[in-house]
């Protein structure tokens, strides 16, 4: 059984992961308002950290909520 080798969506389409883009970001948000873990996201180390940065910026600006209900 022979396994492919993840690679990381956002490294290979040059994503720029923008604060302001709250639209972009929340697709890395679960329903809980959690950031979503790199395993199920599929992206790198180094891009899950812009993701984070991203998210927190985001929150703070109150682009983002900190909690859905």
């Known amino acids: 059984m022979v396994r492919r080798k993840k690679f990381c969506k956002s490294c290979v389409g040059k994503y720029y992961f923008d604060y302001k883009d709250a639209r972009f970001l929340s697709q890395f948000i679960s329903d809980n308002g959690r950031i979503i873990p790199r395993r199920i996201s599929g992206a790198c180390a180094q891009c899950q950290r812009k993701i984070t940065l ?8 109150a682009l983002l909520p900190y909690v859905r209900r």
């Open 54 to 61: 991203a998210v927190k910026r985001a929150r703070h600006l």
